[in-house]
C-alpha cells in the first residue's frame, strides 16, 4: 500500500471538543470518492502512545477540494488525538491509499438515507458537500443525532446545504432540549416510530448507519425488524 507525505496547515473548533484539521497535499496525486477514509500516521508525535502512531480517520471534505484534506476528531483519552492537536504549521505526516464503500447509490431513484451520531458525521459531510457543489439528482436523507446542540459538528454547513440542495434532507436530532433552537429538530433519540414518520416506508432506500458501536447496532437492529435486508445496510463505527 502506498502511502502520501501531506503537511498539517491548521485546526479549528467546530463545537466542543471537537476540532477539525486540514492538511495540504502540495500537487500529490492523491485521489479518493466522497464517503472514504484512509489511515493517517503522524511522523513526528509529541507523546508516546503504546498503540502507535497511526489510526482511521474518515475525511470530511468533498474530493473536489483539489490538493487539500480534511478530517475531525473529537478530544478525549486517545494519545493519537493528543498528539493531532499539538501538531503545528508544516508537520508531516503520511496518509494511506483510500478504503471504505460509504457511497451514494449509483441507481438515482434509490434514496440514500444516513443516520449519523456524533462524530460519525465526517463521512457524511464530505458525500452531502460533493453531491451539493456537483448539483448532483441522488436522493439524500441526513438523521443526525447528537446530545446537544453544543456537541453537534457542521450543524451550519448541513443547515445551509439542505436549504441549498433541493435533493438533501436535514432531520437533527438532539436529545437535550434546544429551547433557542434556530431550526427545526426532533428531541430525543431516533426511534423506528420517527424514522417511518419522516420515511413514511422503509423500501427502495439504502441505508448508511455511521457512529458509535451501540447506536450503530441498534439502528442496524431497527431496520432488520422492519424487513429491511442486511445488503441494504453499510455500517462504519466510530469509537
Not at 470530511?60 to 483519552?77: C, E, F, G, T, Y
Not at 431516533?190 to 451501540?214: A, C, M, T, V
Request: aromatic residues 12%.
Amino acid at each position: 500500500m502506498k502511502d502520501t507525505k501531506i503537511f498539517f496547515t491548521g485546526r479549528k473548533e467546530i463545537c466542543k471538543n471537537t476540532f477539525a484539521f486540514t492538511f495540504n497535499l502540495y500537487d500529490s496525486e492523491y485521489d479518493f470518492k466522497a464517503g472514504q477514509y484512509a489511515y493517517f500516521t503522524i511522523m513526528d508525535p509529541v507523546h508516546h502512545d503504546e498503540n502507535g502512531y497511526t489510526r482511521p480517520m474518515s475525511f470530511a471534505n468533498s474530493p473536489d477540494h483539489i490538493n487539500s484534506l480534511m478530517v475531525a476528531a473529537r478530544k478525549n483519552q486517545s494519545v493519537f488525538i493528543e498528539n493531532l492537536l499539538s501538531l503545528t504549521p508544516g508537520s508531516e505526516l503520511q496518509v494511506s491509499e483510500p478504503e471504505g464503500d460509504i457511497f451514494l447509490h449509483s441507481d438515482e431513484t434509490v434514496e440514500n438515507i444516513f443516520i449519523a451520531g456524533g462524530i460519525g458525521i465526517t463521512p457524511v459531510r464530505s458525500i452531502v458537500e460533493f453531491a451539493t457543489e456537483n448539483d448532483l439528482r441522488n436522493r439524500i436523507t441526513l438523521f443526525y443525532s447528537n446530545r446537544s446542540l453544543p456537541q453537534a459538528a457542521f450543524m451550519s454547513e448541513l443547515i445551509e446545504w439542505s436549504a441549498e440542495n433541493d435533493n438533501f434532507r436535514f432531520i437533527p436530532f438532539l436529545e437535550e432540549a434546544e429551547v433557542n433552537a434556530e431550526f427545526e429538530f426532533e428531541a430525543g433519540r431516533i426511534d423506528s416510530e420517527r424514522l417511518k414518520k419522516h420515511l413514511k416506508d422503509f423500501e427502495n432506500k439504502k441505508y448508511f448507519i455511521i457512529g458509535p458501536p451501540l447506536m450503530v447496532d441498534s439502528i442496524k437492529d431497527l431496520l432488520i425488524n422492519k424487513n429491511v435486508s442486511e445488503e441494504s445496510i453499510k455500517t462504519e463505527r466510530f469509537i
